[in-house]
């Protein structure tokens, strides 16, 4: 009789320790998919927050004309005195695309100056999109290396910061501009800075 009862356990036994990595690759795949799922990627933290803008010089977009008069590159001086809205773009990013008209809207705002970094993008294609689209920046910077855009902190075009009359930056977005966080987030944001 005991011949019967262990028997009986052994493929018991080792059916559990067959299933117990599928179980366990399962219950993993459940945490991480709720997990990503849900933050809100826009809101990922940055520790350029109150610091100041990065001083870092960007030539101009070659041939960029704005209002009849060259578009001038980035100097970082252009922060003293004036709220910045600085957006890094580019020409092949499929979200820039859906963001730009309302960055035009954004530059009809006299209190405002809208600042581009051009990311990883020829001229030629930065120039056409421009075109397409409206051009709401009065300063274009162009990042060929990408190496201004690892000094602003940036994760992926398009990101988009306010920076502040002293030239301290005091938010950043992740991801694209959109209607829903232009009205709910954006705005809020630019009257802070404004005060």
Known sequence: MSENSTT?????RSRWL??????????LAAIFWFRLGSGDPSRIPSALIGRPAPQTVLPPLD??????????GLDPAVFKGKVSIVNVWASWCVPCHDEAPLLTELGHDERLQIV??????????ARRFLGRYGNPFG???VD??????????VYGVPETFIVGREGTIVYKLVGPVTPDNLNTVLKSEIDKALK
Not at 18 to 27: E, K
């Open 8 to 12: 009986d356990g052994a493929p018991q």
């Open 18 to 27: 067959m299933a117990a990595p599928l179980i366990a690759f399962a219950a």
């Open 63 to 72: 041939g960029l004309v704005n209002k009849g008069a060259l578009v001038p």
């Open 116 to 125: 581009g970094i051009n990311y990883k993008d020829s001229a030629d294609n």
């Open 139 to 141: 300063v274009v910077g």
């Open 144 to 153: 060929a290396n990408g190496r201004a855009s690892i000094e602003w902190g």
